[in-house]
């Protein structure tokens, strides 16, 4: 069964740093395409960061840029999501996929669990 399992979130305070990790099972994630997204409390899940499959070129959302840098391990058959300086408009629960949308997660695909990533003021 392939999936893909969120984990690294905790408590934080304001402009501390957190990994995390999205660990495959089932596929490999070599030259996949993979995304990290997040839903704040009461808000809808957004893009935050993606990175190609081809070419490793990387997308961030606007409010994550020069903070979070997405990364893979193919020996561990892990992305990564470094989170630097942050905020707690970072608050949320944290979510991967095999790909950079949200629309299309959500008609083709599933979520996982997610890890909860809480930034203290």
């Known amino acids: 069964q392939s999936q893909l399992v969120e984990s690294g979130g905790g408590l934080v305070n304001t402009g501390g740093s957190l990994r995390l990790a999205c660990a495959a099972s089932?596929?490999?994630?070599?030259?996949?395409?993979i995304g990290w997204f997040r839903q704040p409390p009461g808000q809808d899940r957004e893009e935050v960061a993606c990175?190609?499959?081809?070419?490793?070129?990387?997308i961030y959302a606007d409010s994550v840029k020069g903070r979070f840098t997405i990364s893979r391990d193919d020996a561990k058959n892990t992305i990564y999501l470094q989170m630097n300086s942050l905020k707690p408009e970072d608050t949320g629960v944290y979510y991967c996929?095999?790909?950079?949308?949200?629309?299309?997660?959500?008609?083709?695909?599933?979520w996982g669990q997610g890890t909860q990533v809480t930034v203290s003021s």
């Open positions: 996929a095999a790909h950079c949308s949200v629309a299309y997660v959500n008609a083709f695909a599933s």
């Open positions: 089932g596929f490999s994630l070599y030259h996949r395409t």
């Open positions: 990175l190609g499959g081809n070419d490793d070129s990387t």
